[in-house]
T-cell receptor, first 111, second 113 residues
Framework: AQTVTQSQPEMSVQEAETVTLSCTYDTSESDYYLFWYKQPPSRQMILVIRQEAYKQQNATENRFSVNFQKAAKSFSLKISDSQLGDAAMYFCAYKDNDMRFGAGTRLTVKP | EAQVTQNPRYLITVTGKKLTVTCSQNMNHEYMSWYRQDPGLGLRQIYYSMNVEVTDKGDVPEGYKVSRKEKRNFPLILESPSPNQTSLYFC????????????FGQGTRLTVV
């Protein structure tokens, strides 16, 4: 079965600075998708960004961007100009026919 | 509005008392799944369904049952809940295409005493 690993249980960043959250995955598939979800204290799961495995270009959504290294099976999330509202749990997810999640990284943003 | 609706949002029950957590989606999605979220473990898949009458076990299916009689509904059944099933549960749905995101319900906080 595919596995997703987030090796940073907690991260902290100063407001307006940049932080990178790590994610690695294991699969033998060639056609799959990767996602980052944000979970604020409200518990709602919010899609942050998605990446198609067949695309070499890294996805970007405003202040959020990814560094996708297919050969290394790595999919990190970079948050630029961090804001207080970015504080949340962040989950990395892998999807082919079905979706698997990592253990999550709790991000704290310091004013 | 496109949404996944889970009920109840909070539930406290006693060991052994059967319960059902309902999940309904209005997006005509083929794929639905259940996850439990525990600290340090992330979201672990309990069961999933690729379409009506098609269900399969995820990573942690013991102690749970599901059914998919209609496309929109995917209830999670705990026949005899135990304290180790105390957790935060999420239902999710997505279309059959691989690239589409999963949409999540609001979560159900279950406590078994």
């Amino acid at each position: 079965a595919q596995t997703v690993t987030q090796s940073q249980p907690e991260m902290s960043v100063q407001e307006a600075e940049t932080v990178t959250l790590s994610c690695t995955y294991d699969t033998s598939e060639s056609d799959y998708y990767l996602f980052w979800y944000k979970q604020p204290p409200s518990r709602q799961m919010i899609l942050v960004i998605r990446q198609e495995a067949y695309k070499q270009q890294n996805a970007t959504e405003n202040r959020f961007s990814v560094n996708f290294q297919k050969a290394a099976k790595s999919f990190s999330l970079k948050i630029s100009d961090s804001q207080l509202g970015d504080a949340a749990m962040y989950f990395c997810a892998y999807k082919d026919n079905d979706m698997r999640f990592g253990a999550g990284t709790r991000l704290t943003v310091k004013p | 509005e496109a949404q996944v609706t889970q009920n109840p949002r909070y539930l406290i029950t006693v060991t052994g008392k059967k319960l059902t957590v309902t999940c309904s989606q209005n997006m005509n999605h083929e794929y639905m799944s259940w996850y439990r979220q525990d600290p340090g473990l992330g979201l672990r898949q309990i069961y999933y369904s690729m379409n009506v009458e098609v269900t399969d076990k995820g990573d942690v299916p013991e102690g749970y049952k599901v059914s998919r009689k209609e496309k929109r509904n995917f209830p999670l059944i705990l026949e005899s809940p135990s304290p180790n099933q105390t957790s935060l549960y999420f239902c999710a749905s997505s279309s059959g295409q691989r690239g589409t995101e999963a949409f999540f319900g609001q979560g159900t906080r279950l406590t078994v005493v």
